[in-house]
């Protein structure tokens, strides 16, 4: 399946010099996995709305955390990825992933920020090793990420984590 006219969106959102973006998906960072998407910028959730459908992801988006316990809370079927800005009006990342957490447990998730990954680092709102993706990204960068997490099967790659980890989010 195509990815979509983002071409023209590439320059604002993606790190590549490059404007071209294929439009067929690389192979093997697809899947059928249920995302959801919680960022306040309407732009860059549109995006990565795009570019993850694209890829064969089932995909929900919200712009604010308290729309995403909302939609947690109310939908029946387990959502596989939280893909969430770390800064966002009301609810930011790091809240949202731990009331996420307690909702469904076996959720992974994806921080992104326009922050470099030291300074969230520094802040104490990541950790070593938990998945973050840096803002602006290349479509394929943001692909690869979510197959990434939802690919490994060991905790570090998860920010959902397990109960043992739970004092280190907060």
Same mark, same amino acid.
């Given at each position: 399946?195509?990815?979509?006219?983002?071409?023209?969106?590439?320059?604002?959102?993606?790190?590549?010099?490059?404007?071209?973006?294929?439009?067929?998906?690389?192979?093997?960072?697809?899947?059928?996995?249920?995302?959801?998407?919680?960022?306040?910028?309407?732009?860059?959730?549109?995006?990565?709305?795009?570019?993850?459908?694209?890829?064969?992801?089932?995909?929900?988006?919200?712009?604010?955390?308290?729309?995403?316990?909302?939609?947690?809370?109310?939908?029946?079927?387990?959502?596989?990825?939280?893909?969430?800005?770390?800064?966002?009006?009301?609810?930011?990342?790091?809240?949202?992933?731990?009331?996420?957490?307690?909702?469904?447990?076996?959720?992974?998730?994806?921080?992104?920020?326009?922050?470099? @990954?030291?300074?969230?680092?520094? &802040?104490? #709102? %990541?950790? +070593?090793?938990? !998945?973050?993706?840096?803002?602006?990204?290349?479509? *394929? @960068?943001?692909?690869?990420?979510? &197959?990434? #997490? %939802?690919? +490994?099967?060991? !905790?570090?790659?998860?920010?959902?984590?397990?109960? *043992?980890?739970?004092?280190?989010?907060?």
């Amino acid at each position: 399946p195509a990815i979509g006219p983002i071409t023209a969106r590439r320059s604002r959102f993606c790190s590549s010099g490059s404007n071209h973006v294929s439009d067929t998906p690389r192979p093997g960072l697809g899947g059928s996995e249920t995302v959801l998407i919680a960022e306040d910028e309407q732009n860059v959730r549109g995006l990565a709305s795009e570019v993850l459908r694209g890829y064969g992801y089932r995909v929900l988006a919200v712009a604010n955390g308290a729309e995403a316990v909302q939609m947690v809370e109310e939908r029946g079927e387990p959502i596989n990825l939280l893909l969430t800005d770390v800064v966002m009006p009301g609810l930011n990342g790091k809240a949202l992933a731990e009331r996420l957490r307690a909702l469904q447990p076996g959720m992974r998730g994806i921080f992104m920020s326009g922050y470099a @990954d030291e300074t969230i680092g520094t &802040r104490g #709102v %990541l950790e +070593a090793g938990m !998945a973050f993706l840096q803002k602006p990204f290349a479509p *394929e @960068d943001l692909a690869a990420k979510v &197959r990434e #997490v %939802l690919a +490994a099967s060991a !905790a570090p790659h998860a920010i959902l984590r397990s109960e *043992e980890h739970t004092s280190e989010l907060q």
